[in-house]
Structures are given as structure tokens and as C-alpha cells.
């Protein structure tokens, strides 16, 4: 009896711990989003008619080294410590900051839009085998002009220099806050994994040039330990399908429950941050996980020197890990939120399609029914993140290229209708988790087209897939479902809806 009372005092203390970081690290990602989607937008468009002139078109790249002599000048030669003078000093680093993320935003735009984007840094990336190549190619190089000159400065600057030292944090953290909001480096991360995009046609130098800025200095930046993601996603994410074999499987945990989630995404933050569940995961060979433990290893060396150092850089890169993990649990509730109990393992019953609207889908699908006004501008031919959102297609096709999708969901249409694979439409996905959490069975409905079969409608149907799967339910289970969790968890969504505006 004692025994079982440890046991169960040990649960309920690491899923208070557990609830306590992952709200509050929500509580920040949102307030992070709702910062930028009010000043960073409204300052982003007339940075942006300066960095798109034909004049600073070329100048533009070297913003962040002009931002950056800031932080390095206050740490150089620090003001008289006075109220007023402190306060000028930090406006406008707060205002250099906001300077360099437009630009950073102008510049991957102009990267996203383009066809064939021109390089800025190497040449070698015009001998990609495919145009959407290059233009991975190109986000790649973006992302490593603004992110390598935060990290020098936050590697240097000591927090002995308070406002050098916030203000150098404030590069880095203000180009996360753009990078969890826009996917870029994702897109680049995620695709060259699975179809070797950044490798460089006959020439190997290059190409590992590139395999090290991606995995060792911009992937850092973006809460990526070196290469964990990518062991894990290809041969464990991969290998199950986010299916009961996956460690990162949401389906032992009800979503409609933030302490659940909770749960989750600390298992995720702390695999991702130590790669633990790698070097212990036996269904990996030796060599992977060797890679794994070196790489973590190697990792938590560098910044355990930073920290000993008293450098900002310490602090942001386990902060950012840790935003990273958050993120990616919050995706496999976006992608793989809704199984089917009855086929789990199965991507056609456990992954979610999202299409730009309901007009896109019967264009698709070939079904003829008249388009209403609303919906009439949809099209299947919309480029989101590389067409990431037709994630269905990516787990039934994992090593074709994305530009092959639209064809590829064409030809698979009447299975996935067949077989009532879930379907939805875009713009829901940046709320479809906190959706979730919440219960908005009538939110998810609008979003869901897939009409469902057994003489259900659409609520039940979103109401059953919300569940556990019975077979895989998480061991502690009935703690999740007592009374006390069940309240706390009501009243920790509505508090996150009021602060965040249910993102």
C-alpha cells in the first residue's frame, strides 16, 4: 500500500510539473504570436518598402550586422547608467530588432514567391535538381545571414552589460517568434530529410557545407539539438506513422484535455532536448544511436561552457529546444489529432489532409457540385510551407517530392474518400489544437470535410476521434480522468484562450 501511494504521489508531481511548464511556455508562445501579429506586422510593410527598393535590394542581407553593432557598442562602451538614457538606448534596440525581423520576413518572402530565386552566398545551389530545390536552397541561405550574427553577438556579450544583453537576446528570440510563426526553416529541415533537396549535383564540399550550416548552426537557433529530429522523424515517425508504435503518438491521451497534452509535450521537450528516448530506444541500431548520444552530448557541453561563461547565447539555446519541442507536440495534434480507433496504425486512419477550402477539395476529388461565392477562389495548386498541410500524402508517399503532391492527392482522392480519411480545410490549422483542448466540437465541425459514414454526423465523429484509443490509453490514465484534472483543465484553457486569443 505505501508502495502504491509513492507511485501515485510521484505521478501527480510530475504532472504538476509537467502542466505548470507547458502552460506557461504556452502562455509565452502566444503572447510571442499576438506580438507579432500586432507590432511586428504593422512595422513589417514599411520596413519593407525600404528593404524591397531596387537601392537596398542588395543591401538588405546585411541588415542584421548593421542591428547587431548595437548590443556590441552598449557592451563596448556602456551609457551613464541613468533611467532616461537607458531607456533611449533600449527603444531603439527594440526598434532595431523589429527592423531586422521585417527584413527577415521581406527576404523570405521574396525566397517563398520566387520561382527560381537568385543565391546570395553560393553558386553551387543553381546545380539543384529541381527549381523548388533552389528555392530551399535560398530560405536555407536566408536563415543563416540572420541567424549566424545573432548567435555570434549572444555568444559574446555577457550578461554583466544588462541592456547589451537583453538586447542581444531580443535578435534571437524575435527571429524564433518569426520562424515557429512562418515554418520556413522547417520546410527546409523537413523536406531535405526526406528527399536530400540541399544536396549540391557533383559537388560533395558543398554539400556538406550545407548538411553543417542546417544542422549546426541555423537548426540551433530554431530549438533543433543536431540531428535528434531527424533520427527520430525518419526512423521512428516514419517507420509507425504516428500509429501505437511511435513514441511521439498522440493517441494515448484524450485531446481534449491541456493536461494531458501537458504530459506529452514534456516527454517531447525532454527527448527532443537530451535525446534520451533515442540511445534507450532499442528498436534503433547502434550506430543511430551512438549518433544520437554524441550529438546530445556535444550539445549540452557547448552550453554548459556558455553558461559558465555568463553569455545570453546559455540560456536561449535550451529555451529554444524547449519552444521547439512544444511545437512539435503541438503538430502531431495538428497532423495526426484525429485517429481512427479502428485503424491506428494506418496513415489513411490517423492522418489529417488539409486543403485550402472546401472548393479545392471537389476540384481534387473531381466531385461536380456547384461552388458557392464563398469558396469559389479555392485551388489545390496553393504552396503552403511546400505543400506540408497535404500531410496524408507526405505519410502515404514519404520519399516523394513535394512537388509531386498535387498529382499524387489526386490519384489517391477516392481512396481517402473511400476509406473517410479526415479532411479540412487551412485555415484552421494555427487553431486546431487549442480547438481541441477546448472541446470545440462546433469549430472542428466547420473546419471538417469528410462526411462521415455510419449514420454519424459530424459532431460524433469529431467527438469519438477526439477520445483515446482504448488499446494504447496511457498507463495513468485514471489520474488524467479524476475529478480535480478534469476541473483544473477547464479552467487552465479558459485562462489560455483569454491570454493568447485561442492560438
Same mark, same amino acid.
Given at each position: ?16 510539473? +509537467? ?79 523589429? +527592423? ?23 553558386? /553551387? ?47 534571437? @528570440? ?38 553543417? /550550416? ?45 493536461? $494531458? ?39 549540452? @557541453? ?142 472542428? $465541425? ?58
Amino acid at each position: 500500500m505505501p508502495r502504491i501511494l509513492h507511485s501515485r504521489a510521484i505521478v501527480w508531481l510530475r504532472l504538476t510539473v +509537467a502542466t505548470a511548464v507547458v502552460f506557461s511556455l504556452l502562455v509565452a508562445v502566444g503572447l510571442l504570436s499576438l506580438y507579432y501579429n500586432w507590432f511586428g506586422r504593422l512595422f513589417g510593410p514599411l520596413v519593407g518598402r525600404v528593404t524591397n527598393s531596387r537601392a537596398m535590394r542588395h543591401l538588405a542581407p546585411l541588415w542584421p550586422l548593421y542591428a547587431l553593432t548595437l548590443p556590441v557598442w552598449l557592451a563596448i562602451t556602456p551609457p551613464a547608467p541613468r533611467m532616461v538614457s537607458l531607456a533611449v538606448w533600449f527603444l531603439l534596440g527594440v526598434l532595431t530588432v523589429e +527592423a531586422y525581423c521585417a527584413g527577415l520576413y521581406v527576404r523570405s518572402m521574396q525566397t517563398s514567391a520566387a520561382a527560381v530565386p537568385r543565391p546570395i552566398i553560393w553558386r /553551387a545551389s543553381w546545380r539543384g535538381r529541381r527549381d523548388s530545390d533552389i528555392r530551399l536552397h535560398r530560405l536555407l541561405e536566408v536563415h543563416l545571414i540572420y541567424a549566424i550574427a545573432p548567435i555570434i553577438v549572444t555568444a559574446v556579450v555577457s550578461w554583466r552589460e544588462p541592456t547589451a544583453a537583453i538586447l542581444a537576446a531580443l535578435y534571437p @528570440l524575435r527571429y524564433l517568434a518569426y520562424a515557429l510563426d512562418m515554418y520556413d526553416f522547417e520546410a527546409v529541415v523537413h523536406w531535405h530529410m526526406h528527399t536530400r533537396s540541399l544536396l549540391v549535383r557533383n559537388r560533395p564540399s558543398a554539400s556538406a557545407f550545407v548538411n553543417f /550550416a542546417m544542422n549546426y548552426i541555423v537548426g540551433p537557433l530554431n530549438g533543433y539539438v543536431p540531428r535528434l529530429y531527424e533520427i527520430e522523424h525518419m526512423r521512428l515517425h516514419h517507420r509507425y506513422d504516428s500509429g501505437p508504435g511511435d513514441p511521439y503518438s498522440p493517441m494515448p491521451f484524450r485531446r481534449t484535455s491541456l493536461v $494531458e497534452f501537458s504530459w506529452f509535450a514534456m516527454f517531447v521537450m525532454l527527448a527532443d532536448m537530451t535525446g534520451l528516448a533515442l540511445v534507450t530506444e532499442r528498436r534503433l541500431s547502434w550506430r543511430w544511436r551512438r549518433l544520437a548520444f554524441l550529438n546530445a552530448a556535444g550539445y549540452w @557541453l557547448i552550453v554548459g561552457v556558455l553558461l559558465a561563461l555568463d553569455r545570453p547565447l546559455g540560456v536561449l539555446l535550451p529555451l529554444f529546444a524547449m519552444l521547439h519541442g512544444l511545437d512539435q507536440a503541438k503538430s502531431q495534434y495538428k497532423w495526426h489529432g484525429l485517429p481512427d480507433a479502428n485503424n491506428p496504425e494506418d496513415p489513411l486512419g490517423n492522418t489529417i489532409l488539409w486543403v485550402a477550402n472546401e472548393a479545392a477539395w471537389r476540384e481534387v476529388s473531381d466531385r461536380q457540385v456547384v461552388l458557392n461565392a464563398s469558396n469559389a477562389d479555392g485551388t489545390s495548386g496553393r504552396d503552403w510551407t511546400y505543400f506540408d498541410n497535404y500531410h496524408l500524402i507526405h505519410h502515404l508517399h514519404p520519399s516523394a517530392h513535394f512537388d509531386r503532391y498535387v498529382d499524387l492527392l489526386r490519384q489517391r482522392a477516392p481512396e481517402i474518400i473511400a476509406a473517410g480519411g479526415i479532411v479540412m480545410t487551412l485555415p484552421t490549422i494555427a487553431s486546431s489544437a487549442f480547438k481541441m483542448w477546448s472541446g470545440d466540437i462546433e469549430g472542428l $465541425e466547420k473546419a471538417l470535410i469528410t462526411e462521415p459514414a455510419d449514420g454519424l454526423d459530424k459532431r460524433e465523429l469529431i467527438r469519438r476521434r477526439l477520445e483515446p484509443v482504448p488499446q494504447v490509453r496511457h498507463a495513468d490514465g485514471r489520474v488524467f480522468d479524476s475529478l480535480p484534472v478534469r476541473r483544473l483543465d477547464q479552467h487552465l484553457v479558459r485562462w489560455l484562450g483569454l491570454i493568447t486569443g485561442g492560438r
